[in-house]
């Protein structure tokens, strides 16, 4: 399976739904770190736990942070966390949601607030 894969910078790029075993290919294509930012079982009894893909990106050799972030209301909290992962990680970075929005939108958020 070929992900969709939306890069937002050099750094940091954003995916709808991984998988387990698409932790193969995203360590291929250069990614360190992964931050999944959707809540387990947002999308129902079918979509991996965030355990099952934190046990498969760290198998592949990828670093792994879980912040869920419900639809439409990412948090201040979130943001700074979000933040400190980021600044942290090793890169490049690949952020993940149901649609990858989210991920766009909190990294967005996180950036910025660096600026401030």
Do not use: W
């Not at 999944?36 to 592949?60: C, K, L, V, W």
């Not at 979130?78 to 929005?101: D, I």
């Amino acid at each position: 399976m070929t992900i969709q894969i939306t890069t937002q910078s050099s750094e940091f790029s954003t995916a709808p739904q991984i998988n387990v075993q698409d932790m193969a290919e995203i360590a291929q294509l250069g990614f360190k770190t992964i931050i999944n930012n959707r809540p387990d079982f947002e999308g129902g009894a079918d979509q991996p736990t965030s355990a099952q893909i934190q046990a498969a990106a760290e198998a592949a050799g990828l670093a792994y942070v879980y912040i869920p972030v419900i639809p439409n209301n990412i948090l201040p909290e979130q943001v700074s966390a979000f933040a400190s992962a980021y600044a942290t990680a090793a890169k490049p970075v690949l952020g993940f949601c149901r649609t990858g929005n989210r991920a766009g939108s909190i990294c967005k958020m996180a950036l910025a607030s660096f600026n401030n």
